[in-house]
């Protein structure tokens, strides 16, 4: 999940799907891997990519 994380603020600005991020990471059921993130991480990964692409401008 940590890398998953690391390529999304990586590649926030790329017309990459977060689904395509997580299957690139072998994660296939997005709706268990969104709350798992969250879990951990406190956001969803949309957030996360939200504050990346802010961060990136």
Excluded at 29 to 51: D, V
Aim: proline letters at 2%; hydrophobic letters at 40%; zero cysteines.
């Amino acid at each position: 999940m940590a890398r998953m994380r690391a390529d999304i603020i990586r590649n926030a600005t790329s017309e990459d799907s977060l689904a395509q991020i997580a299957n690139r990471w072998g994660i296939s059921e997005l709706g268990r891997a969104a709350h798992e993130y969250r879990r951990l991480f406190g956001e969803l990964p949309s957030r996360t990519r939200a504050h990346a692409k802010k961060h990136d401008a």
